[in-house]
């Protein structure tokens, strides 16, 4: 065949079918540490012996990986009940919206003491209610994504499906799941990356006054910083990255680079993702036939049997009964935590406490404010000049897409260290802390919007001979303007939540407070005050909703209707 | 080459639509929009259905409605007799815009249909690759759609109707969003294929706005029109294939579409049957000169017998409309033919040029005879006794067809073709024609 030998088996199929195997020894070898028996008298202590390290990370990158599984499965039905049921869809939107603007972190004890109590002598509750927290750091904006494809499937595309007689499970693989994957994937991948934040926040908590220490990157770091051992938390912020950077290369970048195949064919890709991973896998001649060959096999399998198992259908009236049997269960279970939740409040808190709170809030909102102006202020520039320069860009990307990954929450400590020797105001420097994380947001859709205006209309600007001033006023604040809305409502929404952790930091027992929702909402946990603890969400949450819908919504239809380009 | 389409022993009625109407809520939520009024049609095995009408006319829906995708108003569709119950169970639709799965291959996309039937995997293959190899796609069967070109991937949207043997194939407006010469090509194969009976379909109903194409293909054209929109006229088109627009039976029914679109006030008509009918009397002749002809002819001699017709107009520092006359009229005689933009020298031309003086007119009388203006003259002429007529004789026949000022350009033309042919002469101190021996 024109020379060239193809070989049944050849040394990318040794290589990958040796990366195979480790990727199965390591899973089962970690995954049996998630079951070991504990007492809560004993909490395990974590030896920092820097050579754990590479065990610790796989055991938070496991963590994130099954949050990630679980999220996948959540989007897939979540997003298909609410696309595909009228009167399911009028009260799952709105929930998901709810769900997306609750500062989870602060729910992350409530859940903790939760899961604990499942399971009271096995690490398995812990693991369950860290895979929980990342799990509720992921699943909203996926969820989103695949309840928006499904929506703007093309009409044609539905009416192909129908014609051609594909039963509702083929439909749904070939068509739907397929039509989304592009956007499902991206999401994933910026839902993966915010989830670190949310391991490092969960691994390692402290309730009811009692340490709980999972084996991961972020109890490595919480048992350093407790310590004041400065080596080790270094050495836990270079395994992080290095994590972050192994993740993207053997695991995103190949599903990035592999779900290219799902775009529509009228859209363009901006930069095409190459994974070399992934080309080593093409490669492969001995495994890709077996895996094709059992594919195949088994999808011919699930094909039959789904076929017909999605085809039956339960006769109407009991179908009915079951929605509005499940509907009242529903109905009746989040009663009854309302009430609940409303008479410890009452019980609990005092009218001036209430109002107090509502003043903290105002507090941590001038904080977030700040950081989303401050952000703009400072990244949105450089962005467009990172953006308008393609060399920059593609070298560029990359690295803050790392930092955007890297969870912030993990050198809040070593702010804490540089506030304590520095004697800088806390009240002020706390927004430094919310900004970390918040700020990569704005840069990142900076960059994009920058990267997307038009060559034209930036040849008409210089032909024209716009000055500077003009040519900002007149393109690129308009052209960058719903990239500015996308990512500043993610900052908003990333500060506060970093709020309920950045408000609180801590240095080798030495700790930093200032007045602010978050502070008390952190406070509230540790202590186990469970009355604070709602009111303090509730009043985040209410802060968070009125404001999107009161100033964000408007600018995102705006944004829509005015500036969008193309 | 005349073949008739299909034999009429099989004209069951696979499909009947019967009063059907369709109604949509309006924007603001008040009322309703009727987008079709009371329509009623049937479709026979055997037949070419083309649906016709004005842009947001409610084809596409009509389309829609007989397949069972949307649900009528009211009235209902029948299928073999019975009523329709959700989608129709043996046809399938080709999209416009193809409606391809971006992310399957060719094959993949093919064999879709065929996999939701549950037909087990190798039949499968073997069935799709023979479709592709009926609709030309040999060697794509593992290119993705992104990588084929607008003809191709309609090629696929065919196949994979054509894949599960449906007994009505529907098409909603195939071939307008390919560019000409494509949308020609695979028209022309897909009606081949129909006529050869290679396709196991048994009729089609198609909906095009492009009335050019309705004529070629259809076996019966219904012409959708008014608000709400309305079955206006349904036109039995009884021409052989291959349908040539050149064919004055074909411009005659596509003359006539034209005013069913143009013209919102013409009563509507049941059936209209379009046939053959013997060629108009008096085909408007080219105001051309035979000097002129002779001159293009000449030139393109000394082209080698063939030039781009711009490019002759460019030398010639005529403008291309100028030259449109003379080019028409050596076409109409026979002497060349216009073929993508090129003129080229026929048979007939290049014997015609060669030839003395005598035989040239010779040539030219016999050519000038087949054209009917000039025949009716001479066949007039030598009715009479003398052999003579008045002019206004025959203005007052050409009046009627052409408009006082045309009908005395035309006698012009005619006269001077027919001096040099030696077919008739003429006086003009006493304006009357004469017949030569």
Redesign the interface.
Do not use: H, I
């Given at each position: 065949m024109l020379g060239k030998q193809i070989r049944l088996f050849n040394r990318y199929d040794a290589l990958v079918a040796a990366g195979l195997f480790a990727l199965l020894y390591a899973t089962v070898h970690v995954g049996q540490g998630m079951f070991v028996r504990f007492s809560p008298q004993h909490p395990a202590s974590l030896p920092l012996d820097p050579t754990l390290l590479p065990y610790y990370a796989a055991r938070s990158v496991l963590r994130m990986f099954v949050a990630l599984a679980f999220s996948v499965a959540f989007s897939l039905v979540y997003g298909s009940i609410a696309a595909k049921n009228r009167r399911a869809e009028r009260f799952l939107v709105p929930l998901l919206d709810i769900l997306q603007s609750v500062p989870v972190l602060g729910f992350l004890s409530a859940t903790v003491a939760f899961f604990v109590s499942l399971f009271p002598t096995n690490l398995f509750g812990l693991e369950l209610a860290s895979i929980f927290a990342i799990f509720t750091g992921q699943a909203w904006n996926m969820t989103f994504a695949f309840y928006h494809s499904l929506l703007t499937l093309?009409e044609?595309?539905k009416?192909?499906a129908?014609?051609?007689?594909?039963?509702r499970w083929?439909k749904f693989w070939?068509?739907e799941v397929?039509y989304a994957?592009l956007p499902l994937v991206w999401n994933g991948m910026m839902s993966f990356a915010g989830g670190w934040f949310f391991l490092a926040a969960s691994e390692a908590i402290t309730v009811l006054r009692r340490n709980y220490r999972l084996p991961g990157l972020g109890s490595y770091m919480a048992t350093a910083v407790e310590q004041g051992n400065l080596a080790a938390t270094l050495w836990a912020i270079g395994a992080m990255v290095v994590t972050i950077v192994a993740v993207d290369q053997f695991f995103w970048r190949p599903v990035v680079a592999w779900a290219e195949?799902?775009?529509?064919?009228e859209t363009e890709a901006v930069a095409k993702v190459g994974s070399w991973v992934l080309n080593l896998v093409r490669r492969t001649q001995l495994l890709r036939r077996w895996f094709k060959r059992i594919t195949v096999d088994v999808g011919?399998w699930l094909?039959?049997k789904m076929?017909r198992l999605s085809e039956a259908s339960l006769p109407e009236h009991v179908s009915l009964g079951l929605g509005r049997g499940l509907t009242f269960a529903l109905f009746t279970f989040c009663a009854y935590w309302f009430v609940r939740g409303v008479m410890i409040v009452v019980a609990d808190l005092s009218v001036s406490e209430m109002l107090k709170v509502i003043g903290l809030g105002l507090v941590t909102l001038a904080r977030v404010v700040v950081v989303v102006v401050v952000s703009t202020l400072v990244w949105v520039p450089t962005g467009v000049f990172i953006g308008l320069n393609p060399n920059l860009a593609r070298f560029a990307q990359p690295l803050v897409q790392i930092a955007a990954s890297f969870p912030a929450n993990m050198l809040y400590p070593l702010l804490a260290l540089v506030f304590l020797k520095t004697q800088f105001p806390f009240a002020i420097g706390s927004v430094i802390p919310m900004m970390l994380g918040a700020q990569w947001y704005v840069l990142f859709n900076a960059i994009a919007g920058a990267m997307s205006i038009p060559t034209e209309l930036q040849e008409a600007a210089s032909i024209f001979r716009l000055p500077a001033k003009e040519r900002w006023r007149w393109l690129i604040i308009p052209a960058l303007f719903p990239h500015w809305v996308t990512g500043a409502i993610t900052a908003w929404g990333g500060a506060w939540n970093a709020s309920i952790v950045a408000e609180v930091i801590e240095w080798h027992k030495q700790r930093l407070t200032t007045a602010g929702l978050g502070a008390y909402i952190t406070l509230a946990a540790t202590e186990g005050h469970a009355a604070a603890i709602v009111w303090g969400i509730t009043v985040m949450s209410a802060f968070v909703l009125t404001f999107n819908r009161l100033f964000w919504q408007r600018l995102y239809r705006l944004a829509e209707l005015r500036y969008k380009l193309g | 080459m005349i073949e008739q389409p299909i034999a009429t022993a099989e004209q069951t009625t696979l499909l009947e639509v019967r009063e059907v109407t369709k109604a949509f809520p309006s924007p603001d939520g008040q009322g309703v929009i009727q987008v079709l009024s009371p329509l009623s049609f049937s479709v026979k095995a055997g037949e070419w259905v083309v649906i016709v009408g004005p842009s947001g006319g409610g084809k596409s829906t009509l389309l829609r409605i007989i397949l069972g995708l949307i649900p009528p108003t009211s009235g209902e569709v029948l299928v073999h007799g019975k009523p329709l119950r959700g989608v129709h169970p043996d046809a399938a639709l080709v999209f416009q815009q193809f409606a391809l799965l971006p992310w399957l291959t060719v094959l993949e996309n093919i064999e879709l249909p065929l996999r939701a039937r549950g037909v087990p995997r190798l039949e499968r293959l073997k069935r799709a690759l023979a479709v592709i190899d009926m609709m030309g796609l040999d060697g794509y069967e593992s290119a993705y759609p992104r990588e084929l070109s607008g003809g191709m991937k309609q090629r696929v949207g065919l196949a994979r109707a054509l894949v599960v043997e449906p007994e009505l194939l529907c098409m909603d407006e195939p071939f307008s969003a390919l560019d000409v010469l494509t949308a020609e090509n695979l028209r022309s194969e897909l009606l081949r294929l129909w006529l050869d009976r290679k396709m196991p379909t048994k009729a089609i109903v198609m909906v095009t706005h492009n009335l050019e194409e309705a004529v070629q293909l259809a076996d019966r054209i219904l012409v959708l029109g008014g608000r709400p929109t309305r079955l206006r006229a349904e036109i039995v088109v009884d021409l052989p294939h291959p349908r040539s627009p050149d064919n004055p039976a074909f411009r005659a029914v596509l003359d006539d579409l034209y005013r069913w679109m143009t013209d919102p006030h013409r009563p509507d008509q049941k059936v209209v049957v379009a046939t053959e009918a013997p060629a108009p009397p008096f085909l408007p002749l080219p105001h051309a000169r035979v000097g002129g002809i002779a001159g293009l002819l000449h030139i393109l001699a000394d082209a080698e017998g063939q030039i781009d017709l711009h490019e002759l107009a460019h030398r010639l520092h005529l403008p291309i409309d100028d030259l449109l006359p003379i080019v028409e009229a050596a076409r109409l005689l026979g002497f060349v033919e216009v073929k993508e933009g090129d003129l080229i020298l026929t048979e007939m031309g290049i014997r015609w040029l060669e030839a003395d003086i005598l035989r040239r007119k010779e040539i030219f009388r016999d050519l000038a005879l087949q054209i009917p203006l000039i025949a009716r003259i001479v066949a007039a002429l030598r009715s009479t006794r003398n052999k003579t007529l008045p002019m206004e004789f025959f203005l007052d026949l050409l009046d009627e067809h052409f408009g006082e000022e045309e009908a005395r350009r035309q006698l012009q033309t005619a006269i001077d073709w027919g001096r040099y042919a030696e077919l008739f002469t003429y006086d003009a101190t006493t304006e009357m024609l004469q017949a030569e021996e």
């Open positions: 093309p044609p595309l009416e192909a129908t014609m051609m007689g594909l039963s083929q070939k068509v397929s994957m195949k799902f775009r529509a064919e011919e094909d039959r076929t | -």
